[in-house]
């Protein structure tokens, strides 16, 4: 089948509430790969941003980096910043916070996602890496406790399944401005658009890291 031949989808409407993630408890040495998905993966399905709080990890800002500019889209990494101020931040900026946790309440059994569209607002995601400050669950700190299933399992997964839900599938054909490297879908093979080539791109063996 060829994809091209599919109605293109609609774009997510360029005024929409911005997403970013708090990337919480990160261990440089232990969490570079995962914590290096995250953001990956949160980039992907076209969140606005992601902030490693209260450490710096210069891998994770060059991956990043690198993915971004090669691949589009505008993208903001940010390190260092202490989660209290972050948060404080952006609730005083009208932002609502959102924190991800097997505790709270159901993705696919209660009406969470839709109360969180329906706010209109700019949303942080709190993503922890190790267990969290009892903090993050209250209040002050949160205005949603979100289970993405109340299981064991990863944060990464956790972050796409919540992303795509929110996002309602659109985020998936969304075009990203100004990549270098674009990727064909196809039913077999791989072929890969890079800027300057022509409209009949040249077909690669592998898919660019």
Same mark, same amino acid.
């Given at each position: 089948m060829d994809n091209s031949s599919l109605k293109p989808q609609q774009p997510l409407p360029t005024n929409r509430p911005k997403i970013v993630i708090l990337r919480w408890g990160h261990r440089v040495a232990r969490d570079v790969r995962l914590?290096?998905?995250?953001?990956?993966?949160?980039?992907a399905l076209c969140?606005?941003?992601?902030?490693?709080?209260?450490?710096t990890d210069s891998h994770i800002e060059e991956t990043v980096t690198k993915i971004t500019k090669a691949w589009g889209g505008d993208f903001h990494f940010e390190m260092g910043t202490s989660w209290k101020h972050a948060v404080r931040d952006w609730k005083n900026q009208g932002g609502i916070i959102v924190h991800l946790t097997a505790y709270g309440e159901n993705i696919q059994t209660s009406d969470v996602i839709p109360r969180i569209r329906a706010t209109g #607002?700019? *949303?942080m995601l709190l993503v922890g @890496?190790?267990?969290?400050?009892?903090?993050?669950?209250?209040?002050e700190v949160s205005d949603f406790n979100v289970a993405v299933g109340n299981q064991p399992h990863s944060e990464c997964s956790a972050l796409a399944i919540f992303l795509d839900r929110y996002f309602e599938g659109k985020e998936?054909?969304?075009?990203?401005?100004?990549?270098?490297?674009?990727?064909?879908?196809?039913?077999?093979? #791989?072929? *890969?658009?890079?800027?300057?080539? @022509?409209?009949?791109?040249?077909?690669k063996s592998f898919i660019p890291p």
């Open positions: 914590t290096t998905h995250v953001a990956l993966t949160a980039r969140a606005s941003g992601f902030i490693l709080a209260d450490t #607002k700019d *949303v @890496s190790q267990k969290v400050p009892g903090e993050f669950y209250s209040e998936l054909g969304q075009p990203f401005e100004k990549a270098k490297i674009t990727i064909v879908p196809k039913e077999r093979g #791989k072929e *890969v658009k890079t800027s300057g080539e @022509s409209e009949a791109p040249r077909k």
